[in-house]
């Protein structure tokens, strides 16, 4: 949106309290997440420049517009989660005596994609397919963001051909669920293409550097696609793969539609391809029905792993989807314990895994400055970030370095050769 926008003429403000428009862009995954969104809309409301114009768009419009559009009529632009591209054109709908509430299903163009504003200038994200057909029963996405649709791979290799002309090195392919990809696709025509194929197709780029892709489905990650991370050069040795538990009880309500064994075998023979892999997780505590031997079991699931990365949460309910509907038995106050407790074991494990980089030499693409902005950051082929005090002109090189500190978050190095 905000490319978009660049591109017809809008400047970025410096702060949205000076803005003439605030565009919030909405996810419904976590309630928490949504209910700060209405607290800061009323935040520029009121202490926003006066005349201020909010729009609000993305996953919670798609699922509750009508009821916001109602509910706060200071917001004159409501918009769904596929029609994004559209933003240019609403806002030119929208004025003092004029409302607009827009919640279609539309087909993103490749311009827009081309037109993308990107944080950096040698990684980019590249969208290849939206929604999802899962229906996890905890989970609003198919609600908020429809059913699977995948980007014609003729408009995504288009993108990422424009792309590496204008210098990028790394691309990260985004997707609810990227190893689905494949029919229906956005202009309604059958091919034969599954993502292997895709990604086949991309890493014959000559000019590209590494590739990622997040987030991957347990259910449909198979050898093929083992096989191309752990042979192609270029693949980047990171994977997240979310369990969501290690209960075969709780995964069943939770409808993952695979089992801990099968998950664990996965993991088993990609880890025998490639025994340099760091994995990443997300994994929800306290699910209706979790006793605490199936918690102990996610516990033991983590240890046994020992993902680089665990994202953790306790379970919340959410209107709208099958759990909702579950009794929900678990106290509070227990799924925080045993979220904290789940926690304290994963830290742990990101320490260990972050020290064992100490000494090794990894090959780094520096793509921007450090969060201090006085050093240049990167990032290896396991996704750990790399720190270096570097001059500037070393942003968008790739630098094989010799790791000598670090911590859970960050590693800190210096050339191979010094």
Known sequence: MKGRLLSQGYEESSSEFDADIVIFNTCMVR???????YGKMGQIHK?????????????????????????????????????KHNIARQLEQISDSQRVIDLSFE??????????????????????????????????????????????????????????NRGFREIILLGQNVNSYGIPFTDGIQREIDFPELLKKILKFSDLFRLR?????????????ADIIAEEPKMAHSLHLP?????????K????????????????SLREKLPDIALSTDMIFGFPGESEADFLRSVDLLKDIRYKTGFLFKYTPRAGTAAAEYEDNIPVEEKLRRL??????????????????????????????????KKISGRD?????VVADFPDDYIGKVVRMKIYDGNSFTLFGRPENE
């Open 243 to 251: 369990v969501q538990s290690g209960s075969n009880e709780v995964l």
């Open 47 to 83: 202490k926003g420049k006066e005349g201020v114009q909010i729009a609000l768009g993305g996953c919670v419009t798609q699922v509750k517009g009508e009821e916001l559009y109602e509910k706060y009529t200071y917001v004159p632009l409501i918009f769904g989660s596929r029609n």
């Open 107 to 164: 087909d993103e163009d490749l311009e827009y994609a081309l037109n993308a504003s990107r944080d950096s200038e040698y990684t980019a994200f590249v969208e290849i397919m939206k929604g999802c057909n899962n229906y996890c029963s905890y989970c609003i996405v198919p609600f908020a963001r429809g059913g699977e649709l995948s980007n014609t791979p003729e408009r995504v290799l288009a993108e990422i051909q424009d792309l590496l």
């Open 340 to 373: 904290n407790y789940a926690i304290d074991i994963q830290k742990e494990i990101t320490r260990e895994i972050a020290s064992d980089y100490i000494g090794t030499t990894q090959e780094v693409l520096f793509d921007g400055k450090d969060k201090t902005g």
């Open 381 to 385: 082929t396991h996704d750990m970030i």
């Open 31 to 37: 309630e928490t997440a949504e209910r700060k969104i």
């Open 213 to 225: 892709f997040i987030t991957s489905h347990p259910k449909d990650f198979n050898d093929e696609l």
């Open 253 to 268: 309500r939770m409808n993952r539609k695979y089992t801990r064994e099968e998950y664990v075998g996965k993991i088993v």
